[in-house]
């Protein structure tokens, strides 16, 4: 289902305003957080704004859907978090399902990543810089300093300051578009201000990242990478470029201050990672003009093992199931033994109906790796398809305890529940989806029909109470204003 994000499109125009430019500085050391006790924009008010965000990002229809992929990018950010500067530790990632090369972070711990951004870079460390760049943004709150240095407070800036990332989310080329547009109109009376914002995040950063036992390297590395693609784009950079932009100067600056700190080794010859970027590659194959031949080619030239799973997932894609499972018996034994790898395998078994070898693979890996969001989620999905709908309800309810923000997981037990003839219960996991993906609307219908059930329980009725009173919060989140 598609989504829109009314509140924002007509400010479209404006998107200037969150621009940020490259900054350069020596120092290593931390700044100290910048009192906003007084600014226009409290952290409370921060962090209403921010479930409001994502909530509408969430409501594009975006979000990759890939349990794998989002469960490694959760881990990876919370590798960072604790040697972040954050005071609220609560981050809200949104994995985004597009192949623009961006990232962003928004007020109230909204961190996005997109697939395009994955593939671009070349290891994990890379990777984690620049989430460690926008965890920086984040614990530093650069969206109130930026409000609060130019004294803007109506809905309309507010609303121009997030139109480019919630329309890149949506539309990658017409919020690149918007964002274009906008930088010779905003550049000259906001580089200063805006310098010293990517200063501090990249210093921050880098200075978290060799904290987390990163390679700090890994960030100057990134921008170069960054900064030669915008060559071979030319008037058309990557995303990330247009509120981030590289120089030459950005890099040696970078590298001058990795010198000085600890080089980690995590993250070197990531499993996780390689298998990470042959899933999206794998997924966004004919987007990027890729058929299962590219994949053969890659295979032939060096049977790497990420270019042999590479090759796997390409002719499962291609309905070539058999000569798929013999790919991934050729895979090292380190490989074979991977959790991500047995779960694209076991992927694969429930996609083509052989739910049973599926439903052994994952019930082993639950034993090993228990409440494991992503083998819950397959796990689900196979039950489902096996008629079992009572087990994907068991499932998906632990799973939704143990992570009410999952918006897919709570998709899914509506549908869990449907299928089992719990209509209460249905209607009830409709709710909280759609108040996850900012749709107060369609959950107090829900609501109302839930109050019509005639199986409906004392208890369930005092559920749907709280559901209720928690309703009217999320209307309060969508309505946040300065």
Request: charged share 20%; glycine share 4%; proline share 4%.
């Amino acid at each position: 289902m598609s989504l829109a994000i009314t509140p924002f499109k007509k400010y479209l125009i404006s998107a200037a305003l969150a621009l940020t430019l490259a900054p350069h500085s020596n120092a290593n050391t931390l700044p100290i957080l910048g009192d906003y006790s007084s600014s226009i924009i409290s952290l409370n008010t921060e962090h209403k704004l921010g479930q409001s965000i994502i909530r509408q990002i969430r409501g594009t229809n975006q979000n990759l859907r890939d349990p794998i992929v989002e469960s490694y990018i959760q881990g990876l950010a919370w590798d960072l978090i604790p040697t972040s500067q954050l005071h609220d530790k609560r981050i809200f990632l949104a994995v985004i399902g597009n192949l623009s090369v961006n990232a962003f972070a928004a007020p109230g711990g909204v961190l996005g990543i997109h697939a395009g951004l994955i593939l671009t870079t070349q290891t994990e460390a890379e990777l984690a810089s620049v989430i460690s760049h926008e965890l920086a943004h984040i614990s530093q709150r650069h969206f109130a300093a930026q409000l609060d240095h130019q004294r803007l407070s109506t809905p309309l800036a507010i609303a121009s300051i997030l139109a480019g990332i919630l329309v890149t989310v949506a539309n990658p080329d017409a919020g690149s578009a918007v964002l274009s547009g906008a930088i010779a109109n905003r550049a000259s009376s906001n580089l200063a201000f805006s310098r010293k914002n990517e200063q501090e995040a990249d210093r921050i950063g880098m200075l978290n990242l060799s904290k987390a036992g990163f390679d700090p390297g890994a960030m100057p590395a990134m921008f170069a990478r960054l900064l030669e693609l915008q060559r071979l784009q030319g008037s058309a950079p990557p995303e990330f470029l247009l509120t981030h932009p590289s120089s030459s100067g950005r890099i040696a600056d970078s590298k001058n201050r990795a010198s000085n700190l600890t080089k980690g080794k995590k993250g070197k010859d990531s499993i996780d990672f390689l298998v990470v970027q042959a899933r999206l590659s794998a997924q966004f194959s004919l987007q990027q003009k890729r058929n299962i031949k590219h994949f053969r080619d890659l295979y032939s030239n060096a049977a790497t093992a990420q270019n042999t799973f590479s090759y796997a997932l390409a002719l499962a894609k291609n309905n070539r199931y058999q000569d798929a499972i013999t790919h991934f018996g050729k895979l090292p034994a380190k490989w074979r033994q991977h959790l991500f790898v047995k779960l694209s395998l076991a992927q694969i078994h429930s996609q083509y109906k052989h739910l049973n070898k599926a439903k052994k693979i994952l019930e082993a890996l639950n034993l090993v790796h228990p409440d494991n969001a992503a083998i819950s989620m397959l796990s689900a999905q196979n039950y489902i398809a096996a008629g079992k709908p009572n087990r994907a309800v068991s499932i998906l309810e632990k799973l939704t305890e143990i992570s009410p923000e999952d918006a897919q997981a709570w998709y899914l037990l509506a549908e869990a529940h449907g299928l089992a003839g719990n209509k209460v219960k249905l209607h009830m996991a409709r709710i909280e989806y759609f108040q996850l993906v900012g749709q107060v609307e369609r959950a107090k219908r829900q609501l109302s029909f839930a109050r019509r059930e005639r199986s409906l329980t004392q208890a369930q009725s005092y559920t749907l109470d709280d559901l209720e009173q928690y309703l009217f919060q999320v209307e309060d989140y969508m309505k946040t204003k300065f």
